[in-house]
């Protein structure tokens, strides 16, 4: 049975490029994003190493650490993030995970338990589901989870778009409609009487009887 939303993430000790972590220890009372990748110098994935360097600032704002996975061991990744920053221009100072016995791979279901117990001479292909991204919030509980083709680079600003819209939604009883952005206006959810949102929000307005939008919470 795979992984769902609001299971717990699994935990794990693992080796990464910057010692041994026990991963929910490693967490610690913040936000995490783990996402991984199915085989080191490769391409989309180099884009995609690169990125999240460049937008460690903005998930810091959020409390959210960011830690990438490959099913490759340590030594390749301290090789492969010189390729990175010539690609991109930008250092990898986050952790990247080794996973050479795909056990952290088999963990979170992204490769089946018989896919072997070593990353020697498995292809991409071979490791074409180890793509996927998860949202972790303080209580270890998994917020979201995507999983994307190696030929699609991942568009990280969505990512972040997602946590504000959780970490706004886990505070207040609202939800956000498609393709919110920060400041724009939020549903009130159908938990929240009508007195109860002048109170909270201080006014509305009914687009259907279940469709209520107000201004965004200040935090």
């Given at each position: 049975?795979?992984?769902?939303?609001?299971?717990?993430?699994?935990?794990?000790?693992?080796?990464?490029?910057?010692?041994?972590?026990?991963?929910?220890q490693?967490?610690?009372?913040?936000?995490?994003?783990?996402?991984?990748?199915?085989?080191?110098?490769?391409?989309v994935?180099?884009?995609?190493?690169?990125?999240?360097?460049?937008l460690?600032?903005e998930?810091?704002?959020?409390?959210?650490?960011?830690?990438?996975?490959?099913?490759?061991?340590?030594?390749?990744?301290?090789?492969?993030?010189?390729?990175?920053?010539t690609?991109?221009?930008?250092?990898?100072?986050?952790?990247?995970?080794?996973?050479?016995?795909?056990?952290?791979a088999?963990?979170?279901?992204?490769?089946p338990?018989?896919?072997?117990?070593?990353?020697?001479?498995?292809?991409?292909?071979?490791?074409?589901?180890?793509?996927?991204?998860?949202?972790?919030?303080?209580d270890k509980?998994?917020?979201?989870?995507?999983?994307?083709?190696?030929?699609?680079?991942?568009?990280f600003?969505?990512?972040?778009?997602?946590?504000?819209?959780?970490?706004?939604?886990?505070?207040?009883?609202?939800?956000?409609?498609?393709?919110?952005?920060q400041?724009?206006?939020?549903?009130?959810?159908?938990?929240?009487?009508?007195?109860?949102?002048?109170?909270?929000?201080?006014?509305?307005?009914?687009?259907?009887?279940?469709?209520r939008?107000?201004?965004?919470?200040?935090?």
């Open positions: 049975m795979s992984l769902r939303i609001n299971d717990i993430a699994p935990d794990f000790t693992a080796e990464t490029t910057q010692g041994t972590i026990s991963f929910h490693w967490i610690g009372d913040g936000w995490a994003v783990l996402f991984s990748h199915p085989k080191n110098f490769t391409p994935c180099t884009t995609e190493l690169g990125t999240m360097a460049g460690e600032g998930f810091k704002k959020r409390n959210v650490k960011i830690i990438g996975i490959s099913v490759d061991p340590v030594a390749s990744h301290d090789k492969w993030q010189a390729d990175i920053k690609a991109t221009g930008q250092e990898v100072k986050y952790p990247l995970i080794g996973d050479k016995d795909l056990a952290v088999k963990l979170y279901e992204m490769l338990a018989g896919a072997g117990e070593s990353s020697e001479g498995r292809t991409p292909a071979d490791n074409a589901t180890v793509r996927s991204v998860y949202v972790i919030g303080p509980k998994i917020k979201l989870s995507l999983t994307y083709p190696m030929t699609t680079g991942r568009n600003d969505e990512i972040l778009r997602v946590i504000d819209s959780i970490q706004l939604t886990a505070k207040h009883q609202v939800a956000t409609p498609a393709n919110w952005k400041g724009e206006d939020v549903i009130i959810t159908a938990a929240v009487s009508n007195e109860d949102a002048i109170k909270r929000f201080g006014a509305f307005d009914t687009i259907l009887p279940y469709l939008k107000t201004k965004q919470p200040s935090a």
